[in-house]
């Protein structure tokens, strides 16, 4: 492995869907953009043009739909210029400017919708009372801001239009993934095997992703049970992008369509996995009383990873992977072992058995999905 | 009556804009205060004082204040640390460097975004307002590195101090985190009823879960982690908390609640999901009727606080002890249902138990 894949798995670790490297960039764009403007253009600025930008592309992430975006980078860019303006024109007036301030502060935290406002309006209040007082530098400011809301609003769409497919189809692939691992770790008694084939390591060994929770720390003794409470994190996360997010271009809208088409049967399939969950715990070992179990859940293994190679490679794997005879031969079984009177098989088994009925029900609509999509079957 | 008692068991209805309402007038004092400063003081970066007061609240909390309080002196030293190297070791000499602003700026904010660090935020935003002012002034603006740290810093510590000031005197009770807990927990189970209505009335009429679902189950998440943060600041809020024994069992119990909670919901939207109602337990009127009153025990969660029981856990219970078809819907449905009612008594009568020293009052059967 060379040094670059290296780096890459670490990256993928600790961002996954790829989230933070986006937030990173629209922190740096806007505002390099405003720089290189004021390079071109050589007038005299101040820093707003470089410094606010990024902020108010920043506000707009606090909404999922357009109008409420636009509205709010509306409110947070009007509230600069009013801010500077105000310090700017009644700068040697101080008991007014005082005043005024005030009242503008206490408007940012009164509103509790748009809390959003306090988080960094006021920093830059603060900031403006260095800037050169005057009506002139005031004006001149006020169109500085409106330049910095144009660059931002610009922005807004250009991110939409280069990351959304992406941030859309890295969502989806890490859930898949972490599906299959879910699946692995209660389904697999030997520890040392879960370390080794899971595909996110990190985040089942390391206590690091424990911190941002403390139900992790203090409610969980299993590290089974830690890593599914950690997938229902990430699941909250996927739902932003993939469930309540608004897209504004046709591509984007249609590919969120599909890809949420998929994500809602992964989502299900990630419930049913719950079901599994005390089977372990309380048995100490897999035994199953319907036969066929242990060969469906390796076969459970096989098409779950290649069904997220698929998403991943956008085409379908070469070879047929659900084993059909397998599956009706385990559901007659089923179907036996729940017409009799089971009264020493424990709850536990039999939910067991329901999990995995409601996963194979979901993998087949998943597997015909993604085959219809990719145009192979 | 101790802390505890308000906290669990006193769960009325706060003024939630009232409440943000008074805690806006104590930032904007706290402000002014700043700014009155910048003007009286009459020396350079007299700012930096107004600008630490912004930072102070930028998230509101009284816990999250003073917890905050640390990371701000230190985010401040570090962040005007770096500043000044950066502009004294490498502007100073060739102006170029500064192209590498971006990409530096563009690292940082992806490293503060993975570790969510409040300390490594006050570094970026410490850092880049003095570059920021050395980029835009026409005069070769260099700054000494001594004096301006030093000064800058001294604000900093004045800043912080007015903000803890004005938080600890002016409404001294509308930010406390202990406040919102106490609400958060009330809508939390209010948010779980709200739920669990849906999924019932899906379940028995066989209707397809809708946007309204969604939007609830949003709701409880963002509720969840707002009691989480809550939690960790109220530790800040109290010197007595991490002696208060009892308030530790209670937090630990709600939180194992909470847990609890979730995986049952999440397993009973997998029955909506993939069965149809059934009549292998009960009748659908039967079963409605059951299901509505631990809806209803949800929903005023208050009432059980205050010692009221009921006995619909056993109710359930004894529906699922005929254990003919174990693997239909409606009897997995029933069980899941069972241990949510029985999480919700446990829940609420040791909170009651351990706050109060009365007896629990009756039990009221719920099927009268």
Not at chain 1, 149 to 161: D, K, N, T
Not at chain 1, 216 to 237: G, M, Q, W
Not at chain 1, 323 to 345: A, G, P, T
Not at chain 2, 276 to 284: G, H, L, Q, R
Request: aromatic fraction near 18%; include cysteine; proline fraction near 2%.
């Amino acid at each position: 492995m060379n040094i670059l894949d290296k780096i890459y798995k670490i990256i993928r670790a600790y961002d996954p869907t790829g989230e933070f490297f986006i937030k990173g960039l629209m922190w740096t764009l806007p505002n390099t953009t405003g720089a290189l403007y004021l390079l071109i253009s050589r007038g005299p600025s101040s820093f707003i043009i470089y410094f606010v930008p990024s902020s108010i592309l920043i506000a707009s992430t606090y909404s999922s739909d357009y109008k409420n975006k636009l509205l709010n980078m509306l409110l947070f860019a009007f509230t600069m210029a009013i801010s500077q303006w105000v310090i700017a024109v009644f700068f040697h007036r101080q008991v007014i400017l005082i005043i005024l301030l005030f009242l503008i502060i206490f408007f940012i935290y009164t509103s509790v919708k748009r809390s959003f406002l306090g988080i960094l309006a006021p920093l830059f209040v603060a900031i403006f009372l260095e800037l050169p007082p005057g009506w002139y530098n005031g004006a001149n400011r006020l169109i500085e801001t409106g330049i910095a809301f144009i660059i931002a609003v610009i922005y807004l769409f250009l991110f939409e239009f280069f990351t959304a497919k992406f941030k859309i189809r890295s969502s989806i692939i890490y859930f898949s993934e972490l599906i299959y691992d879910s699946f692995f770790c209660y389904t697999t008694e030997d520890k040392e095997e879960i370390e080794r084939r899971i595909k996110h390591k990190l985040l089942y060994d390391s206590s690091y992703f424990n911190k941002p929770d403390i139900l992790v720390e203090n409610i969980f003794v299993s590290r089974r049970d830690k890593f599914y409470h950690k997938i229902t994190l990430a699941r909250y996360k996927a739902d932003a992008i993939l469930l309540e997010e608004n897209y504004f271009f046709r591509k984007n809208l249609m590919y969120a369509f599909y890809a949420k088409d998929v994500y809602v049967f992964y989502l299900r399939m990630f419930r049913a996995i719950g079901f599994m969950r005390y089977y372990y715990g309380k048995n100490k070992g897999f035994d199953f009383s319907v036969s066929f179990t242990t060969e469906l859940i390796a076969n459970i293994y096989h098409r779950l990873s290649l069904l997220s190679n698929m998403i991943k490679d956008r085409k379908q794997p070469e070879k047929e992977f659900r084993d059909s005879k397998l599956i009706d031969n385990w559901k007659q079984h089923l179907h036996k072992f729940s017409k009799n009177k089971n009264e020493k098989v424990h709850d536990d088994e039999l939910e067991f058995y329901f999990g995995l009925k409601c996963l194979l029900a979901d993998l087949d609509i998943v597997r015909e999905k993604l085959n219809s999509r990719y145009g192979l079957n | 009556m101790s802390y505890g008692i308000i906290i669990m068991t006193d769960s009325y209805r706060l003024n939630k804009v009232k409440l943000t309402r008074q805690q806006a007038f104590c930032i904007a004092i706290a402000f002014s205060i700043g700014v009155v400063l910048n003007f009286s003081l009459n020396l350079p970066h007299a700012y930096w004082i107004s600008m630490t007061i912004a930072l102070m609240f930028c998230y509101t909390g009284r816990g999250s204040i003073i917890r905050r309080s640390k990371s701000r002196i230190l985010g401040t030293f570090l962040g005007l640390f770096f500043a000044f190297l950066f502009i004294n070791t490498f502007m100073y000499s060739d102006y170029r460097w500064a192209y590498l602003l971006p990409f530096i700026w563009f690292l940082a904010w992806c490293f503060y975004c993975i570790t969510n660090n409040y300390t490594i935020y006050v570094v970026l935003i410490t850092m880049f307002i003095p570059l920021c002012f050395t980029i835009s002034s026409s005069n070769s603006y260099v700054f000494l590195l001594n004096n301006t740290l030093a000064i800058r810093f001294i604000f900093t510590l004045i800043g912080v101090s007015i903000a803890l000031l004005c938080e600890f005197t002016i409404y001294k009770k509308a930010d406390l985190s202990f406040r919102y807990f106490k609400r958060e927990i009330r809508n939390y189970f209010s948010n779980v009823g709200d739920v669990l209505n849906l999924c019932n009335k899906s379940f028995i009429h066989g209707v397809a879960l809708d946007k309204k679902f969604a939007g609830e189950i949003k709701k409880q998440m963002n509720k969840i982690v707002s009691l989480e943060s809550l939690y960790l600041d109220m530790a800040y809020e109290y010197y007595d908390w991490v002696d208060n024994k009892p308030q530790e069992l209670a937090v630990k119990k709600l939180f194992i609640s909470i847990e609890e909670i979730n995986f049952r919901l999440r397993k009973i939207i997998c029955i909506l999901g993939h069965e149809d109602f059934d009549e292998a337990v009960c009748t659908k009127e039967n079963f409605l009727e059951i299901v509505n009153i631990i809806t209803y025990k949800y929903k005023h969660i208050g009432y059980y606080f205050y010692g009221r029981v009921d006995d619909a856990t056993e109710v359930i219970d004894s529906l699922i002890k005929i254990k003919n078809s174990r693997l239909a819907s409606t009897y997995l449905y029933c069980k899941e249902m069972y241990i949510l009612s029985k999480v919700f008594d446990d829940y609420s009568s040791f909170i009651y138990k351990t706050f109060n020293e009365t007896e629990l009052k009756p039990v009221e059967s719920v099927l009268n």
